[in-house]
């Protein structure tokens, strides 16, 4: 009986083979879609200027070249530097803000937190209000002290009402109360229970936020805008943002500055240069997603299955 029980349960749960071969084409269509522009930017970073400006943008080049990349590494400690901070700014920022999350939203989750409406109440009121960006830049300069640092650029993103949420209510559909009761009634304590019961089962709940968290910290720039005037403290976005804004200036004025800047403009793969420090940008958080799947696929399943 239970090998026909299997069976009629694999009958359910199968998938015919049109409804699989249209699941895959469509599923295949949208992952070419979301590949193909990136190979399309790094062929153009490698596309000898001349072959853009005679053919435009090509997946099929007449030919190729380095020169975008040259004028990239030319920065040598500069850009170097600007990777270290980016990593250091991304992996610190990453922990201490999923470390708030997670302590800000399982005080929300806890039904017996006598203040959890009061809190939860303050997190989604920031999200509808805010100070404005003036008061906000005198309050992390003057007050903070958020100028010409690190914590310049990790402190402001800290803190997300947003993950809070989706933290909560993940904690709500995987963590079971009775769990929490279970171990209160043997005599764990509250950061015993949380570190060692509640996080292992919302492993794909916490995998998610820090995603997040490490994509915004990674692709943040405007916080270098407003606390930045030290190159030292560059992240890589904004060093980037600064040498294409440097590029684009001297093209627009090279018959301004003299015989050199217009030597500069003309010899500028500045089209291929644009692609290239996409790259710069792209491939290092790209190789950070397969770290965080097998998490976030895991937390596809939570509650498809009763126990």
């Known amino acids: 009986m239970q090998g026909i029980t299997k069976r009629k349960g694999a009958r359910l749960n199968s998938v015919s083979l049109p409804a699989s071969v249209a699941i895959n084409t469509i599923l295949g269509a949208f992952a070419l879609c979301c590949i193909i522009p990136f190979i399309f930017v790094v062929i153009i970073s490698f596309t000898d200027k001349e072959s853009i400006i005679a053919n435009g943008y090509s997946f099929f080049p007449s030919a190729w070249s380095l020169a975008a990349y040259d004028v990239a590494i030319k920065l040598g400690r500069q850009l170097w530097l600007s990777y270290f901070n980016s990593f250091l700014i991304t992996v610190i920022g990453t922990v201490f803000s999923v470390l708030i999350c997670i302590l800000y939203s399982y005080g929300l989750y806890r039904t017996d937190y006598k203040y959890r409406t009061f809190f939860a109440f303050f997190s989604f009121f920031t999200m509808m209000f805010g100070g404005g960006l003036a008061p906000t830049v005198m309050v992390c300069r003057n007050l903070l002290g958020m100028n010409n640092n690190y914590w310049a650029l990790i402190g402001p993103l800290l803190v997300s009402p947003f993950n809070f949420i989706v933290m909560r209510t993940f904690f709500k559909s995987s963590v079971p109360e009775e769990i929490i009761e279970s171990s209160s009634i043997d005599g764990s304590g509250e950061y015993r229970t949380l570190f060692q019961i509640v996080m292992p089962i919302?492993?794909?709940?916490?995998?998610?936020?820090?995603?997040?968290?490490?994509?915004?910290?990674?692709?943040?720039?405007?916080?270098?805008?407003?606390?930045?005037?030290?190159?030292?403290?560059?992240?890589?976005?904004?060093?980037?943002?600064m040498m294409q804004r440097n590029i684009e200036f001297i093209i627009k004025n090279s018959s301004v500055l003299g015989k050199d800047a217009i030597d500069l403009a003309a010899n500028m793969p500045s089209a291929s240069l644009r692609m290239a420090l996409c790259v710069f940008i792209v491939v290092p958080i790209a190789f950070a997603y397969p770290f965080f799947q097998r998490y976030i696929v895991a937390g596809l399943t939570v509650g498809s299955v009763k126990g």
């Open 202 to 241: 919302a492993k794909p709940g916490i995998a998610t936020i820090a995603l997040m968290n490490a994509l915004s910290y990674w692709n943040e720039w405007y916080l270098s805008l407003l606390y930045l005037s030290d190159s030292k403290f560059y992240p890589l976005q904004y060093l980037l943002m």
